[in-house]
T-cell receptor, first 113, second 112 residues
Framework: SQTIHQWPATLVQPVGSPLSLECTVEGTSNPNLYWYRQAAGRGLQLLFYSVGIGQISSEVPQNLSASRPQDRQFILSSKKLLLSDSGFYLC????????????FGDGTRLSIL | KQEVTQIPAALSVPEGENLVLNCSFTDSAIYNLQWFRQDPGKGLTSLLLIQSSQREQTSGRLNASLDKSSGRSTLYIAASQPGDSATYLCAVRTDSWGKLQFGAGTQVVVTP
């Protein structure tokens, strides 16, 4: 069966520090991959999606970037974190065949001090 | 631009009552609609997916309906239990890349 892993589960970082969050999928190949952010009291906002290795599309201008160095690995990064980057970051995967749902990881809680 | 709304934002019911959760969307050109459950501090668990050509989908005590022309979906949870307490999110798939547009969710509390 397919599984999706995110780490770390929680992270506390100072303003201006770098960031790297990792997401990996097991048990499937060539998935579409997505990064979402859930800010306190708000809905999920799509940040990036990827349809293949090295192919990244950004949904909103921001301080973050994403990379997909391997088929089932998706990384969210920042060179200098801002206070506004705080939130709950979720990675998801799906195939685009009809009837296929999107599956989410357990998320990373990021707090910026 | 697609907008997804969930009303009410919060709901409290006694155990055993049926739950009715509403989701509305502004653009009927969707691929599908998904209902998710989110427990505090956790990721999302997919509950049901309804294709745009379907009217209804069922799984155990859960039943979801879709009226694409009016931009509405309803999630019914029969005979609610305290373990059903969670936030329920609906999301519509808006394009061929699989991007989802989410509602803000309905927080449900089922009291024993």
């Amino acid at each position: 069966s397919q599984t999706i892993h995110q780490w770390p589960a929680t992270l506390v970082q100072p303003v201006g520090s770098p960031l790297s969050l990792e997401c990996t999928v097991e048990g499937t190949s060539n998935p579409n991959l997505y990064w979402y952010r859930q800010a306190a009291g708000r809905g999920l906002q799509l940040l990036f999606y990827s349809v293949g290795i090295g192919q990244i599309s950004s949904e909103v201008p921001q301080n973050l970037s994403a990379s997909r160095p391997q088929d089932r690995q998706f990384i969210l990064s920042s060179k200098k974190l801002l206070l506004s980057d705080s939130g709950f970051y979720l990675c998801a995967w799906s195939h685009l065949r009809e009837g296929q749902p999107q599956h989410f990881g357990d998320g990373t809680r990021l707090s910026i001090l | 631009k697609q907008e997804v709304t969930q009303i009410p934002a919060a709901l409290s019911v006694p155990e055993g009552e049926n739950l009715v959760l509403n989701c509305s969307f502004t653009d009927s050109a969707i691929y599908n609609l998904q209902w998710f459950r989110q427990d505090p501090g956790k990721g999302l668990t997919s509950l049901l997916l309804i294709q745009s050509s379907q009217r209804e989908q069922t799984s155990g005590r859960l039943n979801a309906s879709l009226d694409k022309s009016s931009g509405r979906s309803t999630l019914y949870i029969a005979a609610s239990q305290p373990g059903d307490s969670a936030t329920y999110l609906c999301a519509v798939r808006t394009d061929s890349w699989g991007k989802l547009q989410f509602g803000a969710g309905t927080q449900v509390v089922v009291t024993p």
